[in-house]
Every structure is written in structure tokens, then in C-alpha cells.
């Protein structure tokens, strides 16, 4: 028998574990890896830019229940992976690194690409390995998997020198199969504190049920759907805890987001954190004496911020939530007894009220709504809501702010959006994730076919369409991935609303564009002789001094990234031009991107949401930040258009 390589074995051990894909960027020596996998079946995704690859791979594990595996190689490969361990950990994502690294005889001679990746990332992961031999690689690559996958989900590394990738083994003797790792343990809750829970849930005037993506990760929707529905208590979807229900379900109070926080006795909280985007649990966001009820796989989220933790229960949310249904037996909230469900209704209807007023807006240049709703009025006459043919990805400050309530969705794990670290960046990459892990790539093998039927959502079965909703700012960080798109074979439709900048545009003319650059550049000159403050004058003042920190370029032809990979590439001004470039996009079998010509937006301040909680409590406050508020800003018209309570 032909001796073993260490890349052979590495490939082997992945495919003995059930990895039917690979996200990366290949060099010396992680090429021979890469290379090895593609010959025993494994699908290898090439990108652009390891970051893309890394965020790629953590959705992947998102999407499949799975780790996601990404290869990369050492020093600057495992610096440019960093951000795809960041996403993993902060959003508990399941993510497998593995990278090469120089050889161990080089250690601390200055050899190519040297960098001591073990102590540079054991703080960031679950585990962080280099097998010592070739006969150690199975049993290291299974513990990362292992640990990747159990518990919190979240990141592990695997260091592979260059000697032990590239070394053989005459023997293939104690080089087995590296066995599956089982299915997690789901652990249930202690009995004393679901008695408690459920009490005090029996006794709420306001309940209130949160449902977050670690609900939507852990396949617990038909549990929480039937929760909802026995007992009557409105809830609200954290951004992709929407779908594990319906956004058009009567008790989705995402329209009244600040109602619904402001009144609430007692939370329950399934699969969300009382972090920033759920204000920490506390006021004045949140009533002041609002008791948390938790239900979390990670028991050190158990008593954060707000929550008290001896209502706090450690385990799976779809064996827990049964649980809990068993101690409520027959009990059903009474809206009747509290002026609560009232005020949601009302908040709700005005703010649908003022939506539809923005998605009806007819000024041109377009505002981030009327675009918005143009595209959502058409996909849904191609793929209504309910058929679940549609998975949604959306970053940038006012787009993904935006579109979280312009597009509804009735089934988990079709959205995905920024996340817990409002991370601008990771769209191309997690669009290529969703076609993978539902769609294949070419001709499935039959790993993979198992795995997308293992893990498809509701709605009709078949091929789902891709839509990227992307700032023009957001997209830039990954735009190049739009190749990577062409040369798999994905039809993803790319959406880039294009305002000229980060929040806002400088001028919605290119000639007083033009004007503000001349000046930045110092062959133009300013138009104003008013006084004002030097420092910090108003905004005439600054439009005066050049182009913003903020400024983008002008009219950017986003649309000829697509064209020059043979992809399709629209422009689209008006919303007429919208609904034709969608349906276009939707209809032509390959990677299309529609640039939206938006006006600039306004010039208005910028902090973050918890900076103005003080001074804005009310339903229409608004916040900006580079990766969007998530939560807290624009809420007007937020989830399930023609919902109600």
C-alpha cells in the first residue's frame, strides 16, 4: 500500500467525520489538502479574501447545524481568518479552522510566514490544536469538531505544519476512520425552576415571549410555535430569530417593538442574549420591574445584565420548551386583563401607517424605502413568504435596517443579517454559505444531498433564490466574492442601494459631487464666506470644507462587477426600473447585481441607540452606526406587514 500523506489523512478525516464542503483560500502547503479533499468527493469553495471564507464557513454552520470548515493558510492567512473566529464566537456559530503553518524545526528562525497561531487564538476558541505526528491528526481534527459543535457553539483551530502535511506514513497501520461525531446532547431543565417559570408566567398582566437565533439554530420551531399558540403570549423576534414564526402571525409585535419592551412584566427568553440589542433587560427601554425568565444552551449567559438567574434555565430550547408547555398545562394568557395587547395594536397600526407612507414615497432621486418595497412588491409576486423559496441576506447601516421590516419571512434560518457584532462585510460571504448549504453546488453528491434535506426549512421543497440587500458601503468589503459567485455557478440576485456613502451620500448631483472632491483635493475652492465655528460649524458649513468621512464615490457602477464575470448587471433610478431589474435578476440563471440609484439620505447626527435612550424613548427613535442598530433604530412598520394582535 502507497504510504499516507499528511494531507491525504487530514482529507480523509474530514470526510470521515461527514464535511461535504470546504471554504478557503488555498497556498503552499494547505494546497495539497484542498486538493486531496476535492479527489475523495469534498466540494472546495475558493474566495477572494480569507475573511469572506471565514464568514462563509461560520454561516455554513449556522445553516446546516454543523461545523463549518474553512483552510487557509498561515501568518497573514490565519490574521485575514481572524474576523470568521470573531463571528463564529460573539453569534455561536459552529466553525472549523484549519491552517497551515511553517515547519516545526523552523519554529522561531524567522521561517515563511511564522506566526504562533496556537497562542495567537487559544483565547478566542474552544480549542486551538497542532497534531504532534502524522498518527495524531485524526484524534486532533475529531476534538475540534467535537468541541466546535458541542455546548455553546462557537470556534476551533487546527495549526497543521508544513512537515506533518507534507510527510508520509509507510504504515497505514492505527490510521482508521476518524468516527462521526454523534448528534450533541440536548439537556433539559431542572424541574424546580420550570415550576417556578411557569408560575410566574401564570400571574403576568404584560408576558412577553423573545425569541432569538439560537431558537431558530437549535430546530426549535415547532416546539415554540406550539408555545405561541397554546398559550396566547405575544412575542418578538430578535432580527434572525425571525421565521422560527411567521412574521404575519397575529402575536408578532416587531411593529411595536418599544411597547412591547416598555411594558412587559415578565420575558421569557428563548435564544436571546440581554445584550446591546435587547438593551441589557434594562430601562428605560425595558419596564423597570420586568422579570426575565431564560432558557439558554450556554449557562454562562445564564443571570447576565438584567436576568435573575435563579429563574435562568441551562439547557436545549426544543427539549425545554416542552417542558414548560407541561408545567402551563391549560393555562392561556387573557389579553382582557391588561390594557397591554391595546397599546400593541395601536402602536402597531401607526406604525404600519408610517411604512407604507415611505414605501409609497414617488420623489426621485429614491429613498432607501420606496426601493426597498419596489423589490419586495415584485420577489413576492415571483415567491410569496409562505412558499419559503426566498433566503434573505442583508448588511449596511440603512438597508439592513430597513429591509428587516419591508421582507417578511415565515420560516427559520432565511434571513441572516450582520449579527450580534453588527459586522459590515459578511454578506457575499454568507450568501455563498445559503447557496451551499441549500442548494449544492452542480452536481450534488449524495452527502450532500443528504445533508440539504436533513436541513431545509418549510415551505415548498426545492431550489431557493439567494437575494443580497447590500448598502453600497457594506458591499464593498467583500464585492470581489461576486467572481467567486460566477465561477460556482450561483444565480444569487445582489441588490446594492447605492446612496454614495456610509449612512448618507455627500450631494445627489455628481457636479456638486464633483465640487466637494475639488476641494478635498485642493484645486477647488469654497462657496461659502459665512463665519461659523471652524471646528465645528453647521452643515453648510462642513459641505464647504469637502467631501465627509462619510463620502463614497459618486454614481460607483457597481452593477459591471457582475458583467465582467459574465453575470448580469442592471442600473435601476425608479422603482419601475426596480420591478423590471428584479424580475431580470430573478429570470437570468446567474449571479446578477441591480445597482439602486438612492438619494443621499440625511445628514443627521450619529451615536448609537443606547447614547439617545434617554432623550428618545418613543416608537419613531432612529440610530445609525456602521454595522446598523440591529434592534433599536428604525422600527416603524418592523415585521409582519398585515399582522396584528
Not at 444552551?297 to 425545554?320: K, Q
Not at 419559503?388 to 415565515?410: C, H, K, L, Q, W
Not at 471652524?534 to 454614481?555: I, P, Q, V
Not at 446578477?592 to 428618545?616: H, M, P, T, Y
Request: glycine share 12%.
Amino acid at each position: 500500500m502507497a504510504p499516507s500523506t499528511g494531507a491525504q489523512v487530514i482529507a480523509r478525516s474530514l470526510r470521515d467525520l461527514g464535511v461535504a464542503v470546504i471554504f478557503g483560500i488555498v497556498g503552499i502547503p494547505v494546497v495539497e489538502i484542498a486538493e486531496e479533499a476535492i479527489n475523495l468527493g469534498i466540494k472546495f469553495i475558493g474566495f477572494r479574501n480569507e475573511q469572506a471564507a471565514g464568514y462563509a464557513a461560520s454561516a455554513y454552520g449556522y445553516l446546516t447545524g454543523k461545523p463549518g470548515v474553512c483552510l487557509v493558510v498561515g501568518g497573514p492567512g490565519v490574521l485575514h481568518a481572524l474576523p470568521g473566529i470573531s463571528n463564529s464566537s460573539v453569534n455561536a456559530f459552529p466553525f472549523l479552522l484549519l491552517a497551515g503553518s511553517s515547519e516545526t524545526h523552523l519554529t522561531s528562525k524567522g521561517a515563511f510566514q511564522e506566526l504562533d497561531a496556537i497562542s495567537f487564538l487559544t483565547p478566542h476558541t474552544k480549542a486551538a490544536l497542532r497534531p504532534a505526528a502524522l498518527d495524531t491528526i485524526p484524534d486532533a481534527i475529531r476534538h475540534a469538531y467535537r468541541s466546535a459543535y458541542y455546548g455553546r457553539p462557537g470556534p476551533s483551530f487546527v495549526d497543521l505544519p508544513a512537515d506533518i502535511i507534507q510527510g508520509a506514513q509507510s504504515s497505514s497501520t492505527g490510521l482508521g476512520r476518524t468516527s462521526l461525531v454523534p448528534t450533541p446532547p440536548k439537556p433539559s431543565a431542572d424541574e424546580t425552576i420550570l415550576f417556578k417559570a411557569a408560575q410566574l408566567l401564570k400571574t403576568a398582566k404584560s408576558p412577553l415571549v423573545v425569541v432569538g437565533k439560537g431558537a431558530a439554530y437549535a430546530r426549535a420551531s415547532d416546539s415554540i410555535n406550539a408555545l405561541i399558540t397554546h398559550t396566547q403570549v405575544p412575542f418578538l423576534p430578535t432580527p434572525m430569530g425571525k421565521g422560527v414564526l411567521p412574521d404575519s402571525h397575529p402575536l408578532n409585535t416587531a411593529s411595536a417593538r418599544s411597547t412591547a419592551l416598555r411594558e412587559a412584566d415578565v420575558v421569557l427568553l428563548l435564544g436571546a442574549r440581554l445584550n446591546w440589542i435587547l438593551h441589557f433587560g434594562s430601562p428605560p427601554k425595558w419596564n423597570a420591574s420586568a422579570k426575565f425568565i431564560q432558557i439558554d444552551i450556554s449557562a454562562n449567559e445564564l443571570g447576565r445584565n438584567a436576568a435573575d438567574p435563579a429563574l435562568a434555565m441551562h439547557g436545549d430550547i426544543a427539549t425545554v420548551v416542552p417542558q414548560l408547555q407541561t408545567h402551563l398545562s391549560t393555562w392561556r394568557y387573557k389579553p382582557e386583563s391588561s390594557p397591554y395587547t391595546s397599546h400593541l395594536l395601536a402602536a402597531k397600526e401607526k406604525n404600519l401607517a408610517a411604512a407604507a407612507k415611505k414605501a409609497a414615497d414617488t420623489t426621485l432621486p429614491m429613498t432607501h424605502s420606496s426601493a426597498l418595497a419596489a423589490i419586495e412588491r415584485t420577489l413576492h409576486t415571483l415567491s410569496p413568504p409562505e412558499d419559503g423559496r426566498i433566503v434573505y441576506v442583508s448588511e449596511g447601516a440603512n438597508t439592513m435596517d430597513i429591509s428587516r421590516s419591508i421582507f417578511p419571512v415565515s420560516y427559520p434560518r432565511l434571513r441572516l443579517d450582520a449579527g450580534t457584532h453588527a459586522t459590515m462585510g459578511v454578506g457575499m460571504g454568507y450568501a455563498i454559505a445559503a447557496h451551499v448549504a441549500y442548494n449544492g453546488i452542480g452536481a450534488t453528491t449524495p452527502g450532500e444531498a443528504a445533508i440539504n434535506a436533513a436541513e431545509a426549512v418549510g415551505g415548498k421543497p426545492g431550489k431557493k433564490k439567494i437575494v443580497c440587500l447590500e448598502g453600497d458601503s457594506a458591499f464593498g468589503f467583500s464585492a470581489m466574492e461576486v467572481e467567486t459567485m460566477a465561477r460556482y455557478g450561483m444565480d444569487v440576485l445582489v441588490f446594492v442601494i447605492n446612496n454614495g456613502g456610509v449612512y448618507h451620500g455627500d450631494a445627489d448631483d455628481e457636479g456638486r459631487w464633483l465640487e466637494l472632491r475639488d476641494v478635498t483635493l485642493g484645486s477647488g475652492s469654497s462657496s461659502s464666506s459665512s463665519g461659523g465655528n471652524a471646528d465645528t460649524g453647521g452643515e453648510e458649513e462642513k459641505k464647504n470644507k469637502g467631501l465627509r468621512s462619510t463620502s463614497l464615490s459618486f454614481g460607483t457602477r457597481y452593477e459591471n462587477l457582475a458583467t465582467m464575470v459574465g453575470g448580469l448587471g442592471i442600473v435601476a433610478r425608479t422603482p419601475m426600473e426596480v420591478e423590471q431589474a428584479t424580475k431580470k435578476g430573478w429570470e437570468c440563471g446567474k449571479v446578477c447585481v441591480v445597482n439602486v440609484i438612492v438619494g443621499k439620505g440625511d445628514n443627521g447626527k450619529l451615536e448609537f441607540g443606547w447614547q439617545a435612550s434617554s432623550r428618545k424613548t418613543d416608537e419613531s427613535s432612529q440610530i445609525g452606526n456602521r454595522g446598523g442598530g440591529q434592534e433599536e433604530m428604525r422600527e416603524k412598520g418592523k415585521g409582519g406587514r398585515g399582522s396584528k394582535l
